[in-house]
């Protein structure tokens, strides 16, 4: 069983940073691979980045690489989402997941899902 706990969501105009947190708790997460996603309204759910539980691998999706970058803290069992050069498109929730059964991190093939966390971009 794992809670997990978004934090760090806001406004912010375009061309501002923002920093996602993501605590977990009931079990530690450094065996299992996380992954954070996004949903704007009138859409649908969308991958954002992953890091593998080895920390040796990490995915974006095309519309953020380079501007968005994923780590984690296994100390403080949280992952984070680092957002720079933010724009309009990135408006969202924001969520994280963690994957206890392995597969491919780029699909919502994932087994707990936090509650999220709004973020928007202005002009």
């Known amino acids: 069983q794992v809670q997990l706990v978004e934090s760090g969501g806001g406004l912010v105009q375009a061309g501002g940073s923002l920093r996602l947190s993501c605590t977990a708790s009931?079990?530690?997460?450094?065996?299992?691979?996380m992954g954070w996603f996004r949903q704007a309204p009138g859409k649908e759910r969308e991958f954002v980045a992953a890091i593998i539980w080895t920390g040796d691998a990490l995915y974006y999706a095309d519309s953020v690489k380079g501007r968005f970058t994923i780590s984690r803290d296994i100390a403080k069992n949280t992952v984070y989402l680092q957002m720079n050069s933010l724009k309009s498109e990135d408006t969202a929730v924001y969520y994280c997941?963690?994957?206890?059964?392995?597969?491919?991190?780029?699909?919502?093939?994932?087994?707990?899902w936090g509650q999220g966390t709004q973020v928007t971009v202005s002009s």
């Open positions: 997941a963690v994957q206890i059964r392995p597969g491919d991190v780029r699909t919502r093939r994932y087994d707990y």
């Open positions: 009931g079990r530690t997460l450094s065996r299992y691979n």
